[in-house]
């Protein structure tokens, strides 16, 4: 009888313990790798692309496959950066995308996980050369500004810009018009999207044309140093029922194939799908250094989850979102959401969790406007009126929560002026100037950029207001606050620090030239300033004097109409200063 040789490998099979299975568990097989360059710069776009061979039904749910990168700076900081499927690249149907804040030599480790195993044996370095990118949006030391990571201050100037995220290559949002708005002075534009499940991808799964649009926006926005404030939830699709209309989109939403409009707020099943896809849009965006806000709820109050819900529910449900960002963003991107804005719709509860305190304001509901139909029969101007409604909300704002507030959606309802009439346009430029004098972290995010509003709103407001800002170190401002006691025209509204003083001063009903401004300091002032009066609606300063405090009261002139040259020199209804200490 002829004897069989038994293979070795086989017999270890029958008599290895079990333990030691796992060494001949493969995982997943890489079957394509690249990274986008061996030296990128800092705050650039650090991306892997790659294939592989893996035991998996969905390639969007981490427990079936999960892809991610382990990146070490060189100081020794860890970071953790989770991969992403992307059917929307024609080079690789998977990335990594990560943006380095060191310069210097990095290492990384890329792992995949299936059921089968983990394959972890990609490990490579790649350099990071400076550069003049400045970095995420942050929150400055005050606690009441903002800056970029490299610790310059940031002060928003925009306006919501929808695209419509139809599909891949197609959208509103274009680089003609994204190039005249940089040389007006906007550093942001505000976009809603389409939600990225639909009921052709199904929940879990991610439209891949609508994510392929927004990596395109963001790379328009990289391009031009402009930010992105990102809102997830539109209210529009978590509507059944609440204010009709366009307002109601629900029906599109696959959601509602696992709850009710009205409990989407509360439904744990639907929380386990949002938090897959708040881990892809981490994974696929939050790189960007164009990334400004995840601006996650707009107008939860037109939501049937607030209306038939549980209002109080709703506010829950920020706070899991919220708290989802913080633990697994690694840029440490801001968070903000609004209540819709009617006089009554103030959301104590969102601006307590957000970082970014966020009120809406839409003039004709509710708050004090001219109803009479008539300028010489009113009490009051209605540039006035609307003016003092933005100076008022900002102001409980300010003292109730020690954090940036912002006005995140404004303009379009307001019904003493309609867009074309020159009221309008004056009515928008007090609205940017009286929030920067009042203390905001950026201009009121005004809706939105069409043709009809652009000629006659955006022109050069949004330049003279950047100005301005550009000469407040905002981030570097210690102990920031209100001047409460200030005089001068008929209004006028000033902030005070240790660094400078800045403000506006206005009388819609003639002009300011001549008015006697005077402000009472509630701490000691420096012995003598540098006043520097702004021209608002030439984007210039006019003036430049000296003033010494008599007591606590600093008192100025705003200048009066001059004629040099043959032109007249009219200040306007209103002008801007910045009052800066003389050592």
């Known amino acids: 009888m002829k004897r069989m040789m038994v293979p070795r490998c086989v017999l270890m099979l029958f008599f290895c313990p079990p333990f030691l299975f796992k060494v001949f568990a493969t995982g997943p097989a ?13 705050f650039e776009k650090f991306e892997i692309s790659l294939d592989f061979k893996a035991d998996f039904t969905n390639p969007f749910d981490p427990a079936q496959v999960d892809l991610r990168a382990s990146f070490t700076s060189p100081t020794g900081k860890v970071w953790q950066i989770p991969g992403f499927y992307n059917y929307s690249s024609w080079t690789a149907v998977w990335m ?17 996980k299936d059921k089968t195993g983990v394959n972890d044996s990609i490990n490579r370095v790649f350099q990071v050369r400076p550069s003049a990118h400045k970095g995420p949006v942050k929150i400055a030391a005050n606690k009441r500004f903002l800056q970029h990571a490299n610790g310059d201050s940031y002060f928003g100037v925009g306006l919501w810009y929808n695209d419509s995220y139809a599909a891949y290559n197609q959208g509103r949002i274009n680089p003609q018009e994204l190039d005249e708005l940089k040389r007006l002075g ?34 328009l926005c990289e391009e031009r140093d402009i930010q992105l404030s990102l809102n997830i939830w539109f209210h529009s699709y978590l509507s059944e029922t609440v204010w009709g209309g ?29 938090q897959l896809l708040y881990r892809y849009m981490i994974a696929r965006w939050a790189y960007s250094r164009s990334l400004l806000l995840w601006f996650v709820i707009d107008e939860v109050n037109g939501t049937d989850g607030w209306v038939s819900g549980d209002s109080l529910m709703a506010a829950q449900w920020g706070k ?19 209540r819709s804005g009617g006089i009554g719709e103030f959301w104590h509860e969102g601006y307590q969790i957000f970082d970014l305190s966020n009120r809406e304001i839409y003039e004709a509901q509710g708050f004090p406007i001219v109803r009479s139909g008539r300028l010489d029969s009113a009490d009051t101007h209605p540039l006035a009126l609307s003016y003092m409604n933005y100076a008022g909300q900002i102001e409980r704002l300010w003292k109730g929560y020690e954090k940036p507030a912002i006005i995140g959606e404004t303009g379009w309802d307001h019904t003493f002026y309609e867009p074309s009439m020159p009221g309008y346009q004056a009515m928008y430029h007090n609205a940017l100037w009286v929030t920067l004098a009042k203390g905001t972290a950026m201009t009121p995010f005004w809706w939105a950029h069409s043709g009809y509003l652009n000629d006659n709103i955006i022109t050069n407001q949004v330049r003279n207001i950047a100005r301005f800002s550009q000469e407040i170190p905002f981030a570097k401002l210690s102990k920031p606050k209100p001047v409460e006691a200030i005089t001068g025209g008929s209004n006028a509204y000033a902030m005070s620090s240790d660094q400078l003083i800045y403000g506006w001063v206005v009388n819609p009903d003639s002009d300011v030239s001549g008015a006697q401004v005077s402000l009472t300091l509630t701490g000691s002032p420096a012995s003598k300033y540098k006043v520097r009066i702004y021209h608002t609606w030439r984007g210039a300063f006019i003036q430049e004097s000296e003033v010494v405090p008599q007591g606590n009261q600093i008192r100025f002139e705003i200048p009066v109409l001059k004629i040099q040259g043959g032109r007249g020199f009219y200040i306007g209804q209103d002008a801007a200063f910045i009052l800066s200490p003389i050592e």
Request: aromatic residues 16%; hydrophobic residues 30%; neutral net charge.
């Open 320 to 338: 899991k979102v919220h708290d989802y960002f913080k633990a697994h963003d690694p840029y440490g991107h801001l968070t903000t959401g609004t």
């Open 186 to 219: 906007v550093n942001f534009i505000s976009t809603f999207i389409t939600p990225l499940e639909t009921h052709g991808s199904g929940l879990g799964r991610y439209d891949q044309s609508i994510c392929g649009r927004l990596d395109e926006v963001l790379q």
């Open 96 to 112: 990594i995308r990560f943006s380095p804040d060191e310069t210097g030599t990095w290492k990384y480790t890329v792992s995949i």
């Open 246 to 274: 366009g307002n109601i989109r629900w029906n599109t939403n696959p959601y509602k194939q696992i709850t009710s409009a009205k409990d989407f707020y509360r439904s744990e099943e639907a929380w386990k799908f949002q």
């Open 30 to 42: 890489v079957l394509f790798f690249r990274a986008n360059a061996d030296t990128v710069a800092k």
